[in-house]
Nanobody
Framework: QSQVVESGGALVQPGGSLRLSCEAS????????VGWFRQAPGKEREWVSC????????SYADSVKGRFTISRDDAKNRAYLQIDSLIPEDTAVYYC????????????????????WGQGTQVTVSS
């Protein structure tokens, strides 16, 4: 069964950094766009960032631009989200998702485009 599994979430102090990982299995990862979403308590799940298949293009939500960096290593079937300068508002469960899209022109920014979802990893920013 196709799946993605997130890891790397932790409790960190404001200003700190984290690298989240998303490991894919049972599907041809390189042909899939990858998106990162997050859901804070009491809020809707929101799109954070995405990267196209083969890593040709990437996009970021305005709220994270300049602090988050998305990347992927198709040889390892992994995607990453580097988070720097963490602020309390970044506290959320972070989800990785994959969307079959072999032509790497865009990556989707809407939740409904993604077929494969992980269970999430908790990021808490607090002093």
């Amino acid at each position: 069964q196709s799946q993605v599994v997130e890891s790397g979430g932790a409790l960190v102090q404001p200003g700190g950094s984290l690298r989240l990982s998303c490991e894919a299995s049972q599907f041809t990862f390189e042909n899939y766009a990858v998106g990162w979403f997050r859901q804070a308590p009491g809020k809707e799940r929101e799109w954070v960032s995405c990267i196209s298949s083969h890593g040709r293009t990437s996009s970021y939500a305005d709220s994270v631009k300049g602090r988050f960096t998305i990347s992927r290593d198709d040889a390892k079937n992994r995607a990453y989200l580097q988070i720097d300068s963490l602020i309390p508002e970044d506290t959320a469960v972070y989800y990785c998702a994959a969307d079959w899209r072999p032509y790497p022109l865009i990556c989707p920014v809407v939740r409904g485009a993604y077929e494969i979802w992980g269970q999430g990893t908790q990021v808490t920013v607090s002093s």
